[in-house]
């Protein structure tokens, strides 16, 4: 039994009155209760911010963004739980910018502890720390946080409204409530009624206790259920941002400088002017937009303008900028965020009874490269208001970014945010939206879908940094004695907190070292460094951020060392590891048993394996590899994870192999490279990704000891850092090479 009012004073607060015809049953609060954002149509009453009843089942607001990943299967799961509603009577709309769906799941990811350790402990509540989300109005799809976010907050929608439209029926029918039972959308007593013909009467009936499901009675959670948007999107009906289609409609690209963060000195508009089509050439400050009776006519006109860039603040090409990161190591580390032992102690007894090894990694910059360019429809009306139609991951910060550029108040812009194809933390930033205001903003009465060429996206992107790491171990009896790890790099955190919110947090920069310094490896002797780099270049959170360098340096050395010390790869990290933390060794074991590790190697055959444990959920990996006359085939894959509650394996699934391909893509292509200021990579040719041809077969395990019940790990990000590493180590039982530096196709030779 949860006691609503006890939630009431810690973290919820009941909503008793009528909202807009509808009634609300509570909203995730602290300090104030957010408003209930929805608005009732002309067949469905809006019951919380979370929960429409329509005349032909439910409608689930998802608080976060869909990019793919499938959080609005998994949340309108958890409503449908409670509300006791048939899966086929569901469907799933995102939420407009609101207040009410801030991401309560940020508070898990605030911490600069490992997460190994976190995860270990019971649950504490802690007021301040909880608001925080709220009162910063974090609407923010990201961090792996959409299900730690929502697991308690969807359900207690969804009970809530269970049992206050019980008690209406009960009122109707002159019973108790607890006399009656819900099934399939309705309440079964003497008489039976559906959701919708009770939604408006349980207004004033909000219950002071709400029974969530005991998970033993669960229908949908932990199981593999059937997506909400599988339909769609296979028969090519979804919907997506680059889709908006308006009448009377206008299309048009941007062309920025391509020196990041330079001023534009100034452009001639005749070419494009003189081509048919095009409607208007509009200065944008730092580029120009060309707006033209369709998109392609915009994009080819936008490349005759003649434009004379100004340069940007960092150096001018990709070994300038590397010679910038390296110069951080003589500068005093940002971080130290693990000091165990007296590692120089260790290191300096020297080879005399064991050895010393030091080992230099390098990885480039990367861009997102979505599937789906970035795009945005805005159309600023008669009245004074504008709508925006953007796929985005921060819808708030979105909207409120296009009022400040057109200098309206936030309350004049709808944002509608469609799915979108694909975001890997690089649809963060309200650029598209915030440039299609101001181009809707010169032609007012029009809407204007702007829509971004490959080549512009790559880049304007926000790229993953690069970054350098060294590390020095010693082992003495075939056992690591030591380890320290340095990385140098620029800061993603301070870097883009300070462009998207104004102001970099003060403290270690955690996220530079994530991924090096947090994983559960039992060193008796362990440091890790992290050293901020000067450098301007504009940066983005990439999927699983640091972790997805640091995961290449730790397990490429840990590797070096299980060489260096005789031993099987696999076996030196299950020693260091075993009394550390059960679940993460548990996953060790699970991908040996699954790969067949200890079997006899294949002739022409390499195996790699590598391990981290981010966003609150170990992943190990195992990769095969083969050498065949047309190059390397990355030929088999196997991942065991272990995210605490699975609440739905089949997306896990789909997660993990999803972030391995990613991770693999970058890998073996994946390198954003500068000359004279400018991005070299302009589109896929320069920038490929794995194809199906070339990406292995997958075999994933989903385990489910890692923390109390109640811990959820990430599954959109943790399966991205083991990737790199695990290639990098099965090239290197394949070859005897050893790559210290990405991508991979400069030193090795793959298949097609």
């Known amino acids: 039994m949860a006691s609503w009012k006890t939630i009431t004073r810690r973290s919820f607060l009941v909503l008793g009155a009528a909202v807009a015809g509808g009634a609300a049953f509570g909203a995730w609060k602290i300090a104030e209760v957010p408003a209930n954002p929805l608005v009732p149509g002309p067949d469905s009453v809006p019951l919380n911010p979370w929960v429409i009843i329509n005349a032909d089942g439910v409608t689930v607001i998802a608080p976060r963004a869909e990019m793919g990943q499938g959080i609005s299967t998994t949340l309108a799961a958890l409503v449908a739980e409670e509300l006791d509603v048939d899966w086929q009577q569901v469907r799933v709309l995102h939420g407009p910018p609101a207040q009410a769906y801030f991401n309560a799941g940020f508070v898990d990811r605030m911490s600069n502890e490992p997460d190994f350790i976190v995860s270990q402990r019971p649950k504490s509540h802690n007021a301040i720390l909880a608001a925080v989300p709220k009162i910063l109005s974090l609407q923010m799809t990201g961090g792996s946080t959409g299900a730690i976010g929502g697991f308690v907050q969807m359900r207690l929608a969804g009970a809530g409204a269970r049992e206050a439209l019980k008690a209406a029926a009960a009122k109707r029918l002159g019973v108790a409530p607890d006399t009656l039972k819900t099934e399939g959308g309705k309440v079964i007593g003497e008489k039976t009624f559906t959701y919708a013909e009770l939604a408006a009467e349980a207004a004033d009936l909000v219950p002071g206790d709400v029974t969530l499901r005991d998970p033993s009675t669960w229908r949908y959670v932990g199981k593999a259920m059937p997506r909400l948007d599988m339909v769609a999107k296979s028969t090519g009906t979804e919907v997506f941002g680059i889709d908006t289609w308006l009448p009377g409609m206008k299309f048009a690209t941007v062309r920025m400088n391509p020196r990041r963060g330079g001023a534009m000195k100034g452009f001639d508009p005749a070419p494009a002017l003189a081509m048919p089509g095009v409607a208007q050439v509009i200065g944008l400050g730092s580029g120009i937009a060309v707006v033209a009776d369709n998109t392609w006519t915009a994009m080819q006109a936008a490349e005759a303008v003649k434009i004379d860039w100004a340069e940007a603040d960092y150096p001018a090409d990709t070994e300038a900028m590397m010679t910038r990161i390296e ?63 953007c796929g985005c991951q921060a819808p708030i910060m979105t909207r409120d970014a296009c009022a400040a550029a057109l200098r309206i108040d936030a309350e004049k812009v709808t944002l509608h945010v469609p799915v979108m194809g694909g975001g890997f933390g690089g649809r963060t930033d309200p650029v598209p939206a915030v440039l299609a205001a101001r181009v809707a903003a010169a032609m007012p009465g029009t809407p204007v879908k702007v829509t971004w060429s490959r080549e512009e996206d790559l880049t ?11 590390l020095s171990g010693r082992i003495e009896g075939g056992k690591a004695t030591a380890l320290w790890g340095r990385t140098a790099t620029p800061s993603v955190t301070r870097n883009a907190l300070a462009r998207l919110v104004g102001f970099a947090p003060p403290g270690p920069d955690r996220g530079s070292v994530e991924g090096g310094f947090d994983q559960p490896y039992g060193l008796p002797n362990y440091r890790y460094d992290g050293h901020v780099a000067d450098l301007t270049v504009q940066l983005g959170f990439w999927r699983s951020v640091g972790n997805s360098m640091n995961a290449f340096f ?40 699954m790969s067949g590790w200890d079997g006899l190697k294949r002739p022409g055959y390499g195996r790699g394996v590598a391990f981290c444990y ?75 990704a794995l194809r199906m041809p070339t990406t292995p077969a997958f075999e994933v395990a989903i385990l489910q000891n890692n923390g109390s019940f109640g811990h959820i790990g990430g599954v959109g990000e943790p399966g991205t850092p083991p990737a790199a590493p695990a290639l990098a180590n099965a090239l290197y039982d394949l070859t005897g090479i050893r790559a210290r530096e990405l991508p991979l196709n400069r030193q090795f030779s793959f298949a097609g």
């Open 554 to 593: 730790l397990e490429s050395f840990i590797d070096e060392m299980a060489h260096a010390a005789g031993a099987d790869p696999l076996a030196f990290r299950l020693d260091l590891m075993r009394d550390t933390h059960a679940p993460s060794a548990q996953l060790l074991e699970n991908v040996r048993e």
């Open 460 to 470: 304007q992107d926000y790229y993953r940094p690069a970054a350098i790491a060294r």
């Open 614 to 688: 981010s966003f609150g959920t170990p992943v190990a990996e195992v990769l095969e590899v083969q050498q065949t006359d047309a190059g390397i085939r990355l030929t088999r894959a196997w991942i065991a994870c272990d995210p605490g509650l699975a609440m739905d394996p089949g997306i896990v699934e789909a997660q993990m192999t999803g972030a391995m391909v990613y991770g693999l893509s970058a890998a073996v292509h994946g390198a954003i490279t500068f000359a004279d200021q400018q991005v070299v990579e302009r589109n896929f040719p320069d920038y490929d």
């Open 327 to 389: 110069a951080a190591f003589a500068t005093r580390p940002d971080s130290r965020m693990r000091d165990d032992g007296d590692v120089e102690a260790e290191l300096a007894k020297g080879p005399v009874s064991g050895a010393v090894i030091e080992a230099e990694y390098r990885v480039p910059f990367l861009a997102h490269a979505a599937m789906e360019p970035l795009n945005a429809t805005a159309w600023l009306k008669e009245d004074g208001s504008l709508e925006v139609w």
